[in-house]
Each structure stands twice: as structure tokens, then as C-alpha cells.
T-cell receptor
Framework: DAGVTQSPTHLIKTRGQHVTLRCSPI?????VSWYQQVLGQGPQFIFQ???????GRGNFPDRFSARQFPNYSSELNVNALLLGDSALYLC????????????FGPGTRLTVT | AQSVTQLGSHVSVSEGALVLLRCNYS??????LFWYVQYPNQGLQLLLK??????LVKGINGFEAEFKKSETSFHLTKPSAHMSDAAEYFC??????????FGKGTRLHILP
């Protein structure tokens, strides 16, 4: 079975632009979570979606938004990009039950210039 | 709020030596504790998970971790380091909402 997939793998954007990152969960998984990992730091929780509803949100500005589609894939959108948004964005999927293991994708490396 | 602290941003051990990576969680006992490993330019891979069923948790690749409530610790160990163990290791905690809170990570270097 395929693992969690993310696209694109790398992305370079200019300050002020908008970006959309995509994630496809493992087949059968209904929950998707997004994390931001700045170089040299641990991942920071951004969003969690379960059955297309937002289940949790981390301490990120409103420039960050996400959604989950009927097939459980997900998009993370970031508006008005700042240099500080440069990071590895990780997607994780799980069955969505309490304590279920989260499986991470390889991430999307976003560079804002 | 739950949090984890990893002691030592870099740890170096000789090949064949004991690996010990330290992690302390905040005072309230979390439902779930994890160790993840991240190889360069890759996502995170789950090494092991504590769910209160047993205090000694065995994971993949010969790693294990022991939950000690009295010390609020969940240290990761491996009896004999291998060159392939060189990576970044993250301790993490999750509440029943499944939001994972990660530590800042410890980079493990293996010396030949």
C-alpha cells in the first residue's frame, strides 16, 4: 500500500505570494494533520481534519487555512507569504480514532525569497 | 499544556556503544508518548509509542524506551549503536485530541 504522499516536494515562492500544498492520506485513513518544521526545530502542529471537519488548530495566523476533501485528501493554503514561512511542511494521516498512530509523508520544502 | 523537553540537541556515540537520548514530559501524565526518527530530507517515522499498557516499550530497529512517572521521563535507548542510526530523533506527546506536541529534537552522531 502507498504511504502518505505530498506534492510538490519542493517549492520556491516570493514574499506576498500564495501557496497550496497537497496531501493524500493512506487508504482508509480519515484524519489528516499538518505540521510546520522550521530548520533545526521539531514539527509544530498547524491543523487537524477528520471526516472533512476541522478538529484542531495550532497557534498559526489566519493566513494559514486548510480543507479536506470527500476522498480525505487535504490542501494547506498559505496567503501573503513571509520569509519566516520557509519550512518543511509535513502531512500525517491516521484512522482518526483516539491514540491512532499518525503516519507522516516526506514533506514539502517551501522556500520563500 | 503538555510539553516535552529533550536534553541535548546533539549526542555523539561510538559505533557499538549504548545510545541514550533523554526526554522529559510535563508534570501531568500524558495519554501517549512517542519517539520519532527523521533521516535527512525525509519525513518522520514512528519508532515506538507508550500507551500506559507497559512501562517498557520496545520499538523498531532495536530501540526501546522506559516510562518513569516518578522522574517524568521517557528516555530512548539502544544497546549497540549502528552507523545507520545517525539521524534526528524527536520525543513527542499527545493528548486525547491526537494533536502531537514535539520536542526540539536530538541529532544523533555515530562515530566510527
Amino acid at each position: 500500500d502507498a504511504g502518505v504522499t505530498q506534492s510538490p516536494t519542493h517549492l520556491i515562492k516570493t514574499r506576498g505570494q500564495h501557496v497550496t500544498l497537497r496531501c493524500s492520506p493512506i487508504s482508509g485513513h480519515k484524519s489528516v494533520s499538518w505540521y510546520q518544521q522550521v530548520l533545526g526545530q521539531g514539527p509544530q502542529f498547524i491543523f487537524q481534519y477528520y471526516e472533512k471537519e476541522e478538529r484542531g488548530r495550532g497557534n498559526f495566523p489566519d493566513r494559514f487555512s486548510a480543507r479536506q476533501f470527500p476522498n480525505y485528501s487535504s490542501e494547506l493554503n498559505v496567503n501573503a507569504l513571509l520569509l519566516g514561512d520557509s519550512a518543511l511542511y509535513l502531512c500525517a494521516s491516521s484512522l482518526g480514532t483516539v491514540g491512532a498512530e499518525q503516519y507522516f509523508g516526506p514533506g514539502t520544502r517551501l522556500t520563500v525569497t | 499544556a503538555q510539553s516535552v523537553t529533550q536534553l541535548g540537541s546533539h549526542v555523539s556515540v561510538s559505533e557499538g556503544a549504548l545510545v541514550l537520548l533523554r526526554c522529559n514530559y510535563s508534570s501531568s501524565v500524558p495519554p501517549y508518548l512517542f519517539w520519532y526518527v527523521q533521516y535527512p530530507n525525509q519525513g518522520l517515522q514512528l519508532l515506538l509509542k507508550y500507551t500506559s499498557a507497559a512501562t517498557l516499550v520496545k520499538g523498531i530497529n532495536g530501540f526501546e524506551a522506559e516510562f518513569k512517572k516518578s522522574e517524568t521521563s521517557f528516555h530512548l535507548t539502544k544497546p549497540s549503536a549502528h552507523m545507520s542510526d545517525a539521524a534526528e530523533y524527536f520525543c513527542a506527546v499527545a493528548n486525547r485530541d491526537d494533536k502531537i506536541i514535539f520536542g526540539k529534537g536530538t541529532r544523533l552522531h555515530i562515530l566510527p
